[in-house]
């Protein structure tokens, strides 16, 4: 039998139904990439606590 490996489409498919799960329950959603934070890392601290105090 052959397993089938996820696409980068399926985990951003099963991705959104998280996060639009999450939303319906009014939870806020903050999603920070780890590429952001390897290339961008002080921007990406400014966006976090913006985020925290809002």
Known sequence: MKIRKATAQDIWKKEKMILDSLK?????????????????????????LKFAKS
């Open 24 to 48: 319906k329950e009014d939870y806020r959603i903050l999603v920070i990439w780890q590429l952001d934070l390897e290339k961008n890392n002080e921007n990406t601290a400014k966006k976090i």
